[in-house]
Nanobody, 127 residues
Framework: QVQLVESGGGLVQAGESLTLSCTTS????????MGWFRQAPGKEREGVAC????????TYSDSVKGRFTISRDNARNVVYLEMNSLKPEDTAMYYC????????????????????WGQGTQVTVSS
């Protein structure tokens, strides 16, 4: 059974940093592309970043490009999202997800391409 568990969320002030972790189990992480998504109250789930299984390709939404960095440690079964220069508009529940799609379809950052999701971790950025 595949499980994804996010951690590292919290309350920070604008301009500060957080690093989220997604610990995986029940799968060979090195075989799958992974993504981070977020959802704010009253808004649709938004793709934030994704990373290819081999970690040689990453994709970011325009809203976080240059501020967030996705990475992975396949040996430790963990995917990270380093978030710098946080803004109040980054406030949301953050989810990691795994896709079984190949050919780096994940780069489109569409939620429907991802099949297994974690329970989320809350990030709140105060102004």
């Amino acid at each position: 059974q595949v499980q994804l568990v996010e951690s590292g969320g919290g309350l920070v002030q604008a301009g500060e940093s957080l690093t989220l972790s997604c610990t995986t189990s029940g799968l060979t992480l090195s075989a799958y592309d992974m993504g981070w998504f977020r959802q704010a109250p009253g808004k649709e789930r938004e793709g934030v970043a994704c990373i290819k299984s081999s970690a040689d390709l990453t994709t970011y939404s325009d809203s976080v490009k240059g501020r967030f960095t996705i990475s992975r440690d396949n040996a430790r079964n963990v995917v990270y999202l380093e978030m710098n220069s946080l803004k109040p508009e980054d406030t949301a529940m953050y989810y990691c997800a795994v896709t079984a799609e190949t050919y780096y379809v994940a780069r489109a950052l569409r939620a429907e391409d991802f099949s297994v999701w974690g329970q989320g971790t809350q990030v709140t950025v105060s102004s």
